[in-house]
């Protein structure tokens, strides 16, 4: 058994841990950083195909949130986190929402302006930036409808950087922030999963870890530590808090925005390399709509979603792209582990209004794309009409249930909520979590409800926020 | 995999060509080994359930074996099921081998 010391451990290299690190490497901590996954060239693979959704997601990206319906939900699991395999559009938290969760959780020091300069910091290290130039067909088609509608709709700014040709580059934590933090002197190990922390007391002493070597070779490892900040998402944060005994308000109250998807044909090819930076903002905060990958696989998903035959709209795939519309959603759910499993149970509560904004959301992005010139729309709905004509939505009001409505995610938060409210949160105002000294969330799981808007630039703002808190108070 | 997994697998792949098939089915395999234990658990145990009642249907007369396009009818009919673990079992593998399928085959294939 190896065993390391270390002043600060960061467990997870997301966008919450991988800022985390950077920050307190920065600021002269020794800091160690603990990745389950592997590191994976950042230029290797092909943005959102097989091969990556092999190398950098969690469970092949077949994981699902059990409920009525199932929602299946993809995170990343490599180093970098979900920041590796996600589109890098970026929003920031909403100004009315900050206010609304300060109130409601008793938050402190959670003000707009000051979020607004913890944003400015993270945009500034990152290059923030739009896409140069024209948008392609895809996003186009997006602003096109809405134009027609008279829809509100914005181009998200990215976590990219341009070169003078256009070309972007994903600003991943791959790519970024661990290797500022490495070069201020953090040591960072893949392939680490942290089975559970060591308490003493009302302090974490360490972490009792699995390292898996190249080769194969396993051994355990022990990390003492003055200072533990937990950042492994929504899922995987309270799952290794529940594992190592700590459970208050732990896990219960996950939020996540489901989606719902078409597969949209246009008399002209679009293109499937990148997402569409277009969103509509016009149903905000409770229906966002936008565009998802569309590599041929997720067309033919899309199109296979209806349960019909599909070959013959598939043979025009290069003409085919995948939209979606996801809600802010009343329900919840919880993330439990299960003793001796490796994988923590999740489970979410839609509500019937829920399903009922799917349904509406559904029909919005339906208006939107024929609006836009899209000649035929698939629904990710089993036994959903084929809709050529607007006067043919209608039908889906009706089609929309939960037996029916394939559903997904790739935003998970609010598991380990941040508050003075002990009533309703896992930890302090500043991801302290409640009854240890030593012990930080720092990622997703704090945010206190789904944001209904990607949440990365939310999570990035916070990080950096509690690590200035941090730093400060020692 | 189970057998009858390979088979569902194998009856929803549509290409003949045998290298890509064994890819897909290769794909699959690893996401259903990669898959949380629970989940795998419940997936495993339906695919025994239906393994044996679709053998039961072959052995009465009433599906023909060795017929993949008459196992294909049957799970399109899972698909609609009113039984929500039913459902979700043949979404999820239609899905997993549709997507494979289509990401695995030379560019310009049909």
Not at chain 1, 24 to 51: C, I, K, N, Q, Y
Not at chain 1, 68 to 74: D, H, R, T
Not at chain 2, 36 to 56: F, I, N, T, Y
Request: hydrophobic content about 45%; overall charge neutral; charged content about 20%.
């Amino acid at each position: 058994m190896a065993d390391l010391a270390t002043d600060v451990l960061v467990v997870g290299s997301g966008a919450g841990g991988a800022i985390s690190a950077a920050a307190l490497a920065a600021a002269g901590r020794t800091v160690t950083v603990l990745e389950e996954g592997p590191w994976v060239d950042a230029d290797a693979l092909e943005p959102f195909s097989l091969d990556e959704m092999v190398a950098k997601y969690r469970h092949h990206g077949l994981a699902a949130a059990l409920g009525s319906p199932a929602i299946a939900y993809a995170e990343g699991r490599c180093v970098g986190g979900s920041t590796e395999i996600n589109s890098g559009l970026y929003h920031r938290l909403p100004d009315h929402l900050a206010d609304e969760w300060r109130t409601s959780y008793g938050i402190e020091e959670f003000f707009p302006d000051a979020l607004a300069r913890y944003a400015e910091r993270v945009e500034h290290e990152l290059s923030v930036a739009s896409m140069p130039g024209a948008p392609p067909p895809s996003s186009a088609a997006l602003e096109r409808g809405a134009t027609k509608l008279g829809w509100r709709n914005v181009e998200f700014a990215r976590v990219f950087s341009y070169d003078q040709n256009g070309r972007g580059t994903k600003q991943t934590m791959s790519r970024t922030m661990l290797p500022k933090a490495a070069a201020a002197g953090a040591t960072i190990i893949p392939d680490c999963r942290v089975l559970r922390l060591l308490r003493r007391g009302d302090r974490i002493v360490g972490a009792r870890c699995r390292r898996t070597h190249p080769g194969g070779g396993v051994e355990r490892l022990t990390v003492t530590a003055d200072h533990v900040f937990v950042c492994g998402g929504a899922v995987h944060t309270p799952a290794l808090l529940q594992r190592s005994g700590i459970w208050r308000n732990v896990g219960n109250g996950l939020k996540m925005h489901p989606t719902i998807k078409i597969a949209a044909r246009f008399p002209h090819p679009v293109d499937h390399g990148d997402v569409p930076t277009h969103r509509i903002t016009e149903f905000s905060p409770f229906v966002a709509i936008g565009g998802s990958a569309s590599r041929k696989g997720h067309v033919a998903m899309a199109l296979a979603d209806t349960g019909a035959p599909f070959h013959q709209a598939l043979a025009d795939w290069e003409n085919i792209s995948v939209y979606y519309a996801a809600i802010r959603s009343d329900g919840s759910g919880r993330v439990a582990a299960l003793p001796g499993v490796r994988s923590p149970l999740v489970t979410y509560s839609l509500t019937e209004a829920d399903v009922s904004r799917l349904a509406r959301g559904l029909v919005h992005l339906g208006e939107l794309l024929l609006a836009a010139g899209a000649t035929e729309l698939h629904p990710s709905v089993v036994g959903g009409a084929v809709v050529r004509r607007p006067d043919e939505l209608g039908g889906w009001w009706d089609q929309v249930t939960r037996a029916r409505a394939n559903l997904m995610t790739v935003h998970l938060t609010s598991t380990v909520r941040m508050g003075e409210n002990r009533a309703r949160t896992g930890a302090d105002s500043f991801g302290r979590v409640w009854g240890f000294r030593n012990l930080r969330v720092n990622d997703g799981a704090l945010i206190p409800d789904a944001p209904g808007v990607n949440p990365q630039a939310a999570i990035m703002a916070i990080a950096t926020r509690n690590c200035d808190h941090f730093l400060a108070e020692q | 995999m189970l057998w009858f997994e390979r088979e569902v697998v194998g009856a929803l792949t549509e290409s003949p060509e045998q290298s890509l098939r064994s890819s897909v089915e290769a794909f699959v395999d690893g996401s259903l080994r990669d898959m949380p234990e629970h989940l795998r658990l419940g997936v495993a145990g339906e695919s025994v359930l239906l393994g044996a009642w679709v053998a039961g249907l072959r052995k009465a007369g009433r599906l023909p074996a060795d017929d993949p396009h008459a196992l294909v009818a049957l799970l399109e009919s899972w698909e609609t099921s009113p039984v929500g673990v039913l459902r979700s079992y043949v979404r999820m593998l239609k899905s997993l081998v549709v997507f494979a399928e289509n990401e695995l085959a030379p560019a310009g294939a049909a």
